[in-house]
């Protein structure tokens, strides 16, 4: 089985860096991808790390450590509109689904 | 990357009623599967869609309570069967072309009476 474990809600300041925590307990680990849900709207695709590092991809980064089953995504000059939910999740295998962690709910205030 | 259609987006039904959602991709995909999203929650997966056998269900849901058939690699349907108040929620299809890409689509959101 899986358990994904993050923050149920943040708060931070429209310009600052803020970054999201998950930790994850897997039978088997293939990958972990960060997806960002606008209220009433599905899911899109962030980021997907399957080694240990940091991938970049403009604003948005995220982070993993096999070793210490963690990863964190990291948003940069925060905007208004980053104000979603981001959710953390991982598969076992090639062929199986996401498993989804509950969601951070990020407020970005001005 | 896939585009996938959810028919129908929203609805609103009595109690003790039956929705069938249907969801269409754009292209052939091996890999769709069901999830639900109850309010303020995150995505729970309800079933692996597989084409030309049952699906297979995850811990606590049933196939007499959300049947699903998957008639082809592009098409799907999810039914929720004599509705409460609980399933009130957003279901959603899924897809995964290849093991590190995900898509959904853009969901029902069911609202039971």
């Known amino acids: 089985g899986q358990n994904i474990d993050q923050p149920t809600e943040m708060t931070a300041t429209e310009g600052a860096i803020v970054q999201i925590n998950c930790t994850y307990q897997t039978s088997g680990f293939n990958g972990l991808f960060w997806y960002q849900q606008h209220a009433g709207e599905a899911p899109t695709f962030l980021s997907y790390n399957v080694l240990d590092g940091l991938e970049e991809k403009g604003r948005f980064s995220s982070f993993l450590s096999r070793s210490k089953g963690y990863s964190y995504l990291l948003l940069k000059e925060l905007q208004m509109k980053d104000s979603a939910s981001y959710l953390c999740a991982s598969f076992e295998a090639g062929n199986t689904p996401l498993v989804f962690g509950k969601g951070t709910r990020l407020s970005v205030i001005a | 990357s896939a585009v996938i259609s959810q028919k129908p987006s929203r609805d609103i039904c009595q109690r003790g009623t039956s929705l069938t959602i249907q969801c269409q991709v754009d292209s052939q995909v091996t890999m769709m599967f069901w999830y639900r999203q109850q309010p303020g929650q995150s995505l729970t997966l309800i079933a692996t869609a597989n084409q030309g056998s049952e699906a297979t269900y995850e811990s606590g849901f049933v196939i007499d309570k959300f049947p699903i058939s998957r008639p082809n690699l592009t098409f799907s349907t999810l039914t929720v069967s004599n509705m409460s108040p609980e399933d009130s929620s957003i279901y959603l299809c899924?897809?995964?072309?290849?093991?590190?890409?995900?898509?959904f689509g853009p969901g029902t959101r069911l609202t039971v009476l």
């Open positions: 899924s897809v995964k072309i290849l093991p590190h890409e995900q898509f």
